[in-house]
């Protein structure tokens, strides 16, 4: 410890006054303000954000970081983003159902909502069993439309995410839904549901999965951002884990790459905002 003597001061070259005042007021270390934001967009993502999104979040913010200085920051806090494993498939194309011609040929630009479709089926392991998730997405806003979860991976799953999809958006004749060439989606009573909807039916070539590549990186992201690494739940908490997922997370705060880093529902406001103004 330093003690103030008149010696001691004239060594160090400093005033006694000068001294007594940095022992009132030491000086403080700055607040780490862009790690604290950091840890704070990484926690309201569930700890799903890697460097590419917390960097678009910190600029929506109107902070401009560098993902290097960003990734610095999150290994100084133990911040890593969940990584994924593979899975197991659940398309069953052994059958001799009629199948529908690929419409999209891997075509995923689309410039309008509700023009088209996917759909694809998953899993999820509880502690009472397995249960399959159908879900519906636009592929204009990547948004999850209509989904629908069950024990059984039976036709009546995909229809019922289908009806929810088309009772919620009431799209236009000539819509496209695209899908595997599953049993289910090849079932009579699925094509009839489509007829009825006036929806044309796309389906993915024989082993071909990026045809549906968009509706599987969506269970992919899901399973890896909200499920992996975590203990398995019962059927009733897994099912409000999904529904939180799509129906608050996904759909209206997940920053999506594809869509300038916007969430879906934000996405298709704007698009339906500039086009207000552009026809007022």
């Avoid at 008149?6 to 403080?28: D, M, V």
């Avoid at 194309?93 to 690929?102: E, G, K, M």
Wanted: a positive charge.
């Amino acid at each position: 410890m330093l003690v103030c003597k008149k010696r001691g001061c004239e060594l160090l070259s400093i005033s006694r006054t000068g001294y007594y005042r940095w022992l009132r007021h030491p000086k403080c270390e700055k607040p780490d303000v862009l790690g604290q934001k950091i840890k704070r967009t990484f926690a309201a993502s569930r700890g799903t954000y890697g460097t590419r999104r917390i960097k678009a979040a910190l600029k929506n913010e109107g902070l401009t970081s560098s993902r290097s200085t960003i990734a610095k920051k999150m290994k100084q806090y133990g911040l890593v983003a969940r990584a994924g494993r593979k899975t197991r498939m659940t398309t069953n194309s052994n059958h001799r159902l009629p199948v529908a011609p690929n419409l999209l040929n891997q075509d995923f630009t689309v410039d309008k909502p509700n023009r088209v479709w996917v759909t694809d089926i998953s899993y999820f392991q509880t502690t009472q069993g397995w249960m399959y998730l159908a879900v519906v997405l636009d592929l204009f806003n990547r948004q999850i439309v209509g989904w629908s979860l069950d024990v059984r991976m039976k036709k009546e799953l995909i229809m019922d995410a289908l009806t929810k999809a088309y009772e919620a958006r009431k799209p236009e004749a000539g819509l496209i839904c695209h899908s595997d060439r599953g049993s289910q989606y090849c079932s009579n009573e699925y094509q009839k549901l489509l007829k009825d909807y006036n929806i044309r039916c796309s389906m993915s070539r024989k082993a071909q999965c990026l045809d549906n590549a968009c509706a599987e990186t969506f269970f992919h992201s899901m399973k890896v951002e909200w499920f992996y690494g975590k203990p398995l739940q019962s059927k009733y908490f897994t099912q409000k884990s999904i529904a939180e997922y799509i129906e608050v997370f996904y759909n209206r705060q997940r920053l999506h790459s594809t869509l300038g880093y916007l969430p879906p529902c934000q996405f298709e406001a704007n698009y339906h905002f500039s086009r207000f103004h552009l026809s007022a």
